[in-house]
């Protein structure tokens, strides 16, 4: 490993941090920027112990194209869940457990896969599998469960694949 | 203080009004739920969508009053999605915990035991 890869062990991290620094204080004087590049640099270094694996995140464009989409999902999402909850006297959603096989195997990846199903009002992630095989999903409202885990995976998990893997 | 010409406070004004509706909504349904589960998806409304109209009302609002570009209100939707699955995933952990060592019958038993499906 070279002086500058240890030194800046989680580039993305350093740059994100930095970045955050600079947002949070909104000024770029001398100050905050040697505050900021101080902050990028120590804390790397002091949580080395807590990343399991360097983060790798491919396909750039992907990654954009996936943020919108789980924007858009999660307004929808909204609508049908709210919509849903006012009318609860009247008719009740399908609400069920939804056991969802999964072929994404990488840590970052399936934390990703969490955040998207907990940001997504009418999803709840409740338990993965020890193997990381199967993941339990409490749904809102589903009809048809095959056409659920299929939309599902290739929603999610395979652009998810395509970033982390 | 400047004036605010009217659509920017009547945006403001809409967002603000449709987030408070949303986290009402929200509210009444983690109140009203039956279930342990179903009251796991109504919060959701709450952070999400009902605080990216407040941040984008912040937003909306700053940058006109300073007229420049206020962005770093970004930063709430940021964490809270990235914060916010760490306390919704213990607590349905431990909610499926406690239901299978209580016996109940619509618990799904743990994805382990399954393992050749």
Not at chain 2, 34 to 45: C, I, Q, S, T, V
Request: a positive charge; one cysteine or more; proline letters at 6%.
């Amino acid at each position: 490993m070279t002086f500058l890869g240890k030194l800046v062990p989680a580039p993305l991290l350093s740059a994100a941090l930095f970045a955050l620094w600079l947002a949070l204080a909104r000024s770029t004087s001398v100050g905050q920027v040697v505050l900021g590049l101080g902050l990028a640099l120590a804390v790397p270094l002091l949580t080395s112990a807590l990343r399991l694996t360097n983060v790798r995140v491919r396909r750039p464009l992907v990654v954009v194209r996936f943020i919108l989409r789980v924007g858009y999902d999660v307004l929808l999402s909204n609508f049908e869940v709210a919509w849903d909850v006012v009318r609860w006297r009247w008719r009740r959603p399908r609400s069920k457990f939804v056991i969802v096989p999964l072929d994404l195997r990488d840590p970052l990846g399936l934390a990703a896969l969490s955040m998207v199903t907990t940001v997504v009002p009418g999803t709840v992630w409740s338990e993965l599998a020890l193997d990381r095989r199967a993941l339990l999903l409490h749904v809102w409202n589903v009809g048809d469960e095959g056409a659920f885990v299929a939309r599902f995976k290739a929603r999610y998990e395979e652009p998810l694949r395509e970033i982390f893997e | 203080m400047n004036q605010l010409p009217l659509w920017v406070e009547a945006a403001v004004a809409a967002l603000l009004v449709l987030s408070g509706l949303f986290v009402v909504i929200s509210a009444f349904g983690f109140l009203r739920l039956p279930d342990f589960f179903l009251r796991m998806h109504p919060p959701a409304l709450a952070y999400t969508f009902g605080s990216w109209c407040v941040t984008l009302a912040s937003i909306l609002y700053f940058s006109m009053i300073e007229s420049q570009l206020v962005l770093h209100p970004w930063l709430i939707i940021i964490t809270l999605s990235i914060t916010v699955p760490v306390t919704t995933l213990l607590l349905a952990r431990v909610a499926l915990f406690r239901r299978r060592a209580a016996g109940a019958a619509d618990t799904p038993p743990p994805l382990t035991l399954r393992r050749d499906s």
